[in-house]
């Protein structure tokens, strides 16, 4: 496959299933050995996870908006940041909601291969959404003083 093709079935993941909640996506796309090797808090390593995680989140922010805002592909590696909006009008991880307009980013890298995503690492700004959430204090401030 080329690195266009790639991008574009790794894009389908944010674009399609996290912003619109087609949970079909993820059949299309992750292979059925798919592996996260960072998957979300509680949840399992495979597509089951995803299909698991992806509906409380939209509920926690149902206004959830993923925006990629770099794009790399080489060889069967896709790289994805992304900046993630949503309005906290659900629970979220036993967070009562808040009606706080939140923020974090995001970076994934995927790999590929025969048209399907094998495998997932990605780091998620949790500590600044956490602190947004009011669930954690912010630091810096203290520590400024």
């Known amino acids: 496959m080329s690195a266009e093709q790639n991008k574009a079935i790794a894009r389908r993941i ?13 059949d299309e796309v992750l292979a059925a050995n798919y592996v996260d090797h960072s998957p979300p808090p509680g949840f399992p390593a495979g597509r089951e996870g995803y299909k698991r995680f992806v509906p409380l989140l939209r509920t926690a922010f149902p206004d959830l908006k993923l925006t990629l805002e770099q794009e790399l592909a080489d060889g069967d590696k896709v790289v994805h940041y992304v900046t993630t909006h949503g309005t906290h009008k659900g629970e979220f991880m036993g967070i009562s909601p808040t009606q706080k307009k939140v ?3 995001q970076l994934h890298i995927v790999r590929l ?6 495998e997932h ?3 998620i700004d949790q500590l600044g959404l956490l602190q947004q959430l009011g ?3 912010a630091m810096m401030p203290a520590m400024m003083k």
């Open 135 to 137: 669930a954690i204090p």
């Open 113 to 118: 291969a025969d048209g399907k995503v094998v």
């Open 14 to 26: 944010p674009l399609e299933a996290f912003n619109k909640g087609n949970l079909a996506v993820f």
């Open 121 to 123: 690492w990605g780091v």
């Open 103 to 105: 923020t974090w980013t």
